[in-house]
């Protein structure tokens, strides 16, 4: 049981390293289309809800917001980071998804109110192998790479990923792209 548990750690180690160099030689100009994210983040989060977590609560602005992007790239990304919040996050605890628009820029924020991030280790969040709680590890899954290949996959759809966390208090996720002209 011990050689079968190792040998699947490292075969999804395996597969996240061959994630990461794919989204590092991403070519953003590649199979982009335009989406109107209001209906994709709602079908995203009412999934999640169903399959991972009861408690999933949506703000979506009301006008569309459309972006050119690739769909499955971004689907990556935003279902990365909400299973990083349901991991995260007691199962009773609400998490939030919002969409609205500042500017020229979608803004999609995942939020949650799991135990936080320290501030020691908010800065090395993004870098590949870096986990919080070295201890945890195998307990919670996960090889350390996920929010290495989010960071790079939000670079070359043009966007940007942020962080915003206090400990004890939870973590939001910020994912900002650029939209099309209304």
Request: net charge negative; charged share 25%.
């Given at each position: 049981d011990m050689a079968t548990s190792?040998?699947?750690r490292m075969t999804q180690i395996l597969q996240d390293l061959i994630s990461l160099a794919r989204a590092e030689s991403f070519d953003s100009?590649?199979?982009q289309e335009p989406l109107?994210?209001?209906e994709f983040v709602r079908d995203i989060a009412s999934m999640t809800e169903k399959f991972d977590h009861p408690n999933i609560q949506t703000e979506i602005a009301p006008l569309p917001i459309r972006v050119q992007t690739h769909r499955d790239y971004l689907m990556q990304v935003l279902d990365h980071l909400i299973q990083n919040a349901v991991r995260y996050s007691d199962p009773n605890s609400p998490i939030l998804i919002r969409l609205k628009q500042v500017d020229?820029?979608?803004?999609?924020?995942?939020s949650?109110?799991?135990e936080g991030i320290p501030p020691s280790?908010?800065?090395?969040i993004f870098e590949p192998f870096h986990r919080i709680?070295?201890?945890?590890?195998r307990a919670t899954?996960?090889?350390?790479?996920g929010l290495a290949i989010v960071k790079t996959l939000t670079e070359k759809m043009g966007g940007t990923l942020s962080l915003d966390s206090e400990p004890g208090v939870g973590t939001t996720f910020t994912l900002t792209l650029p939209t099309l002209g209304r």
């Open positions: 190792e040998a699947e100009s590649l199979a109107i994210l209001n020229k820029f979608a803004v999609i924020q995942v949650d109110r799991g280790d908010q800065a090395l709680d070295p201890s945890r590890s899954g996960g090889t350390g790479l």
